[in-house]
């Protein structure tokens, strides 16, 4: 059990470079939300609901992460700053690394249909910060899901998902392999350029645009006289 709690603590150390140490791990709000987790989902299976129900509201109270008692949680989890909400019928599988301000949301629990409500988190999947996948939905192996990404449909296998409704963009398997990118979110290609930097591209294709019909006016005739459509040219003194 040792051994494998020490393997935890690496596995948090591998994708975040903030740690000097396993020590600062242990202080790490994330890593007491999932042990509170452990025990609340062990009185829940066992149906003590009412103390399963205490120990998450003690965990979100001094973590500020709340995740249902009934949520499956697999390997090495690491939810990081916090401020997230896992729902109950959430599956999330090993090694998932979860960012801040983060919703496992279900679908919407007043219709009264019974079951799975809350999305499928696969091995190796990483949530940006402040996304939000919604739906009984499943997150492939090795996908991203982009920082403020909302996501209500199925994420193929190793794809990103950016924007708002998230699209898809599928990434290389040798480009996974090489880093841990954090927050879900490449700096570069697939995703798109910066606001800023999209603009500046637009106004030089419209400024473009504008030269090239001008050029094309003044080899036909005067600026503004039309060439098409019967209407005769204004003539020339």
Known sequence: ??????????????????????????????????????????????????????????????????????????????????????????????????????????????????GKRHPTLS??????????????????PRARVGANAVVTEDVPEGATMVGLKARSTLVPVETWLKDFIPYGTPCKEPCEPSGGTRVDELEAEVALLKAQVAALLERQGEPGTPVRGGTQRRSRS
């Open 123 to 140: 091995d190796n999947a990483i949530i940006g910060s402040g996304a939000q996948i919604l739906g009984p939905i499943t997150v492939g």
């Open 1 to 114: 059990m040792f051994s494998s709690f020490i393997a935890y603590l690496d596995s948090i150390r591998a994708r975040d470079p903030a740690p000097r140490s396993r020590w600062e791990i242990l202080l790490y709000p994330g890593l007491h939300a999932v042990g509170f987790h452990r025990v609340a989902h062990w009185l829940f299976v066992r149906r003590m609901f009412f103390l399963a129900r205490l120990v998450n509201h003690l965990a979100r109270f001094f973590t500020g992460i709340d995740i249902h008692p009934g949520a499956t949680i697999g390997r090495h989890l690491f939810i990081d700053h916090g401020f997230t909400v896992i729902g109950e019928t959430a599956e999330i599988g090993n090694n998932v690394t979860i960012y801040q301000c983060v919703t496992l949301g279900g679908t919407n629990p007043a219709n009264g249909v019974p």
